[in-house]
């Protein structure tokens, strides 16, 4: 008798290149749609030459460690060439990847589709609410495979609502409520996101040089009102990292930051701009607010820890390749040290907050059942092991400990070189050499 036998593996992908795909993609993006939250997207693909074309939707995203592209909130796909419908099959294994067969003669696929994005929190993060929205790019983009994403150029536009604002480190032009962003590179616009709202002020940060900037959306107008004494210690933050890395990494910076208590919640770290996502109270509520103010100081130190420099397995060069995260206990790790750190130099913490902060964390690795049989380092796979759901026994099975243990180690590591110098050298001394030395991003 017979028995089973595998089918042939199907075709693979194309191995990405690093050349130059041949034109720009021009890609559209309706964002009008607030009461539905549904981004509708054109774009328009050059093609090298016709037969076999693999489009790809980004799966694996820097900041989230992990395949955590919504696919399933990807809808409507139509593509075409001039007057022609083209069919297109979903790989059978690569659900993220769009075959398409390209006639003779094409030289430009026309695709639309439609983000539909949630609608409720059980659907996932909410990023369009009625008064603000979060558009992150790789949610509403597809590419070529083949090409590295730093060779693969774009041209991108966005409609907003009528009168709404925005914040993004990606430079724009406006006409109305349509905005054509300077041409970039694939990795440069899906590090790029975009917050924009009705209600929006845009605040300077450091008032020498003009590049740092905090872009703040909000549920009500009166969210906004930030007092000076609020914003001191935002403007301090940016001068205590001049002091602690010593050179800028960015021409400017802008932090995008929603005040709602509609929109979901983030913390994501870019090279240019970081979202921060809080409570809709964060300024009118201040001094309940006091645990909050960490997050900016973590995500603004990617800047140079995660971004500027990175490491070596955490960098890939399209997004369908797997990010493998060895280093998240110094990319996470030692950034979650400089957040607290900063925060209490910057006045967002008092010294007493910061301490207190840290010893509830010795505290609580003191007794967490779960180091007796899983080392720190083996939780720098948990983004991709448990996509960040919530776990029953956290103690015993550990989750992403890498962040708040890894804290400990760099906490250690600075007691150690300040005890060993004699007090003469710190591991600001380390940031100065490491991260303030002059390279091209990503080094």
């Known amino acids: 008798m017979t028995k089973p036998q595998p089918t042939a593996e199907p075709t693979s992908i194309a191995t990405a290149r690093d050349v130059d795909f041949p034109g720009h993609i021009q890609l559209e993006v309706d964002a009008s749609d607030v009461q539905r939250g549904i981004f509708r997207v054109r774009q328009r693909i050059p093609v090298p030459a016709s037969g076999p074309l693999t489009l790809l939707y980004p799966k694996w995203l820097p900041g989230y460690h992990a395949p955590q592209a919504e696919i399933a909130l990807f809808a409507g796909l139509e593509v075409s060439a001039g007057d022609a419908d083209l069919p297109w099959t979903r790989d059978l294994v690569e659900v993220f990847a769009f075959h398409v067969d390209v006639p003779a003669g094409v030289e430009n696929l026309d695709v639309r589709f439609q983000f539909v994005s949630p609608t409720a929190p059980e659907h996932g993060r909410v990023v369009a609410t009625p008064d603000m929205l979060n558009l992150q790019w790789n949610s509403v983009v597809l590419y070529p495979a083949g090409y590295f994403s730093r060779r693969i150029q774009v041209e991108a536009a966005l409609t907003l609502p009528e009168g709404w604002s925005f914040g993004c480190a990606l430079r724009a032009s406006s006409e109305g409520d349509v905005h054509k962003f300077e041409p970039v590179a694939l990795d440069v616009l899906i590090d790029s996101p975009i917050f924009a709202g009705r209600n929006f002020r845009r605040l300077q940060l450091d008032d020498e040089r003009g590049e740092v900037h905090m872009n703040i959306v909000a549920d009500t107008p009166e969210q906004l009102a930030a007092t000076a004494e609020q914003i001191e210690p935002h403007r301090a933050l940016v001068a205590q990292a001049d002091k602690l890395f010593g050179a800028r990494h960015f021409d400017h910076f802008d932090f995008l930051v929603a005040l709602s208590d509609e929109l979901g919640k983030i913390g994501v770290e870019h090279h240019r701009s970081c979202e921060s996502g809080t409570t809709g109270d964060y300024f009118t509520a201040w001094e309940k607010n006091v645990p909050n103010r960490d997050v900016m100081s973590h995500e ?67 007794n967490r059942a779960g180091r007796r049989w899983r080392s720190m380092s083996d939780t720098t796979r948990d983004p991709i092991i448990a996509s960040r759901r919530p776990l029953p026994w956290v103690s015993w099975q550990r989750s992403e400990d890498y962040y708040s243990e890894g804290q400990l180690v760099w906490l250690d590591v600075d007691t150690r070189i300040r005890e060993l110098s004699g007090d003469t050298r710190s591991l600001d001394d380390f940031a100065r050499a490491f991260f303030g030395a002059k390279g091209p991003p990503g080094s």
Do not use: C
């Open 300 to 366: 603004y130190v990617h800047s140079w820890n995660g971004k500027y420099r990175r490491g070596a397995d955490s960098w890939t060069p399209t997004f369908e390749r797997p990010i493998r995260n060895s280093l998240m206990w110094v990319y996470e790790g030692q950034t979650q040290y400089w957040g607290n750190v900063l925060s209490a130099r910057s006045g967002l913490w008092s010294k007493q907050h910061t301490l207190d902060a840290i010893a509830r964390t010795a505290a609580i690795y003191d």
